[in-house]
């Protein structure tokens, strides 16, 4: 199984971006989808979680108000919605499957992870 993230870039601060999840020849919708980041120096952390179907959602204290998260099952992809960007969302954002159930907030949790995009936010 590949994910393949994508959608990161240079932005200001009060910008959106939207990530892309993508999980090409792979029957995505059978599995929930997690979304974590990592700042430089930092451990990785949850973000949000999103279940097969679409309607579920699991959000980390730090990202509701700020984040959506979506899935396209016809396409294979899940998007991640950031809006209000602050210069402490500065990270490599990754997508993951989780081994069991539809999320886990513990990157332990994930067996598959995609390779990464990085959202950079200027002040």
């Known amino acids: 199984v590949q994910l393949q993230a994508s959608g990161g870039g240079l932005v200001q601060a009060g910008d959106s971006l939207r990530l892309s999840c993508a999980a090409p020849?792979?029957?995505?919708?059978?599995?929930?989808v997690g979304w974590f980041r990592q700042a430089l120096g930092k451990e990785r952390e949850f973000v949000v979680a999103?279940?097969?179907?679409?309607?579920?959602?699991y959000y980390a204290n730090s990202a509701r108000g700020r984040v959506t998260i979506s899935r396209d099952n016809a396409k294979n992809t899940v998007y991640l919605q950031m809006n209000s960007l602050k210069p402490e969302d500065t990270a490599v954002y990754y997508c993951?499957?989780?081994?069991?159930?539809?999320?886990?907030?513990?990157?332990?949790?994930?067996?598959?992870w995609g390779q990464g995009t990085q959202v950079t936010v200027s002040s």
């Open positions: 993951a499957r989780p081994k069991s159930g539809w999320y886990d907030t513990n990157p332990s949790g994930y067996d598959y």
């Open positions: 999103i279940s097969w179907s679409g309607n579920s959602r």
């Open positions: 020849g792979y029957t995505f919708s059978d599995y929930g």
